[in-house]
Structures are given as C-alpha cells and as structure tokens.
C-alpha cells in the first residue's frame, strides 16, 4: 500500500534517466533550433527578402512548439526539465541558397537526434515515447521536403531576380498554425 501512494504521489518516474536526458536534450536543441531559424530570418531581412524571413520566423515558432511538446511529455511522465544555454546560432550566409541549405541539413540532423531518442525507447519499451517521437519523425518527412523543394525553386531562379522575388512573395503568406489533434 505504501509503495502505491509512493507512486501515485509522483515519487518515481515513468521514463529511465537515460530517456528523460535525451528527451530533455531534445527540448533544448528544439529552442536552438527556433534561434537558429530565427537567424536565418534576420539575415534574409537584411538581405530584402521578407518572405523568405517570414517562413523562417515560422519555423521558429513551430520548433517553440516541438520544444514545448517535449518539456509538457516530460512533466506528464513525471520527470524533471532542465533548461541548458542555447549556443549562438551561425549567422553568416553567403546567399538565400546557403541559407536554405543550411536548414535543410539542420532539419537532417533534427531527424537523426529524434531516430536516437525512438531507438533508446524502443529498447526500452517506453511506448508512449514512442508514440510521441513517431510524430515527430513523421513531421520531419515534411520538413526534410519543404526544405529540399525551396532549395530546388531557388536554384531555377539563380538568374532570375523576377523569379525570386515571386517566391519571396510566395513565402511571405505563410502561417503558423499549431496542431489541434490530440495527437499532435
């Protein structure tokens, strides 16, 4: 009966050490990753382009969003957040493709980071975790897609500032809107 409200009380956590390290790790590579597309925003500011900083300034809130869905898991499994300093993003492009590029690889390793975390899960049979990172990896497809698809729109319109600026225009009317499922 004791070891019952011990645990009803909160007193042990649902996840291994192991898992709620990485998951925590997770949770602050998500705020880098919303500073490091924040940096990106700005250089396209300087840069002109309003549209391709508004996309990045979107997905700054959405990578808010992921670090926000992780830090509420963690709570909700009852474990502890620890918050890290955020290193300074890199900042220096050389051009709008270099930017694109750059987050594209960065989406990459957002998905190897999360493939870590579900294969730590799986070994450990923490299926809700697994649940939660399958969302994740499934967002990433899109992610990994919308990048390499920009990335491809911009290398046709290396000659064509027309061009260019279309997709500027194109990129300025995105929106974010977090998810409203239930398993989102």
């Excluded at 590029?101 to 998905?111: D, I, K, L, P, W």
């Excluded at 980071?113 to 899960?121: H, N, P, Q, V």
Aim: some cysteine.
């Amino acid at each position: 009966m004791l070891i019952i409200m011990f645990l009803f009380m909160g007193g042990i956590s649902m996840l291994s050490e192991k898992l709620i390290a990485k998951l925590n790790e997770q949770v602050n590579f998500e705020i880098y990753s919303a500073y490091t597309y924040l940096s990106m925003a700005s250089y396209c500011e300087s840069i002109d382009l309003s549209g391709f900083a508004n996309f990045f300034k979107v997905q700054s809130q959405e990578e808010l969003f992921h670090a926000m869905k992780f830090y509420d898991y963690i709570f909700q499994k009852n474990g502890t957040v620890t918050l890290e300093q955020i290193e300074k993003p890199h900042s220096d492009f050389d051009n709008i493709l270099n930017v694109f590029e750059a987050g594209y690889e960065h989406e990459q390793m957002v998905t190897s980071r999360l493939y870590k975390i579900a294969d730590i899960a799986t070994e450990e049979k923490e299926h809700s975790t697994i649940g939660l990172l399958n969302w994740f990896i499934n967002e990433q497809v899109e992610e990994e897609n919308t990048f390499n698809t920009i990335i491809k729109k911009i290398r046709r319109c290396e000659n064509n500032s027309a061009a260019l600026y279309m997709l500027d225009d194109e990129l300025a009317t995105r929106v974010y809107t977090p998810p409203t499922t239930t398993n989102a």
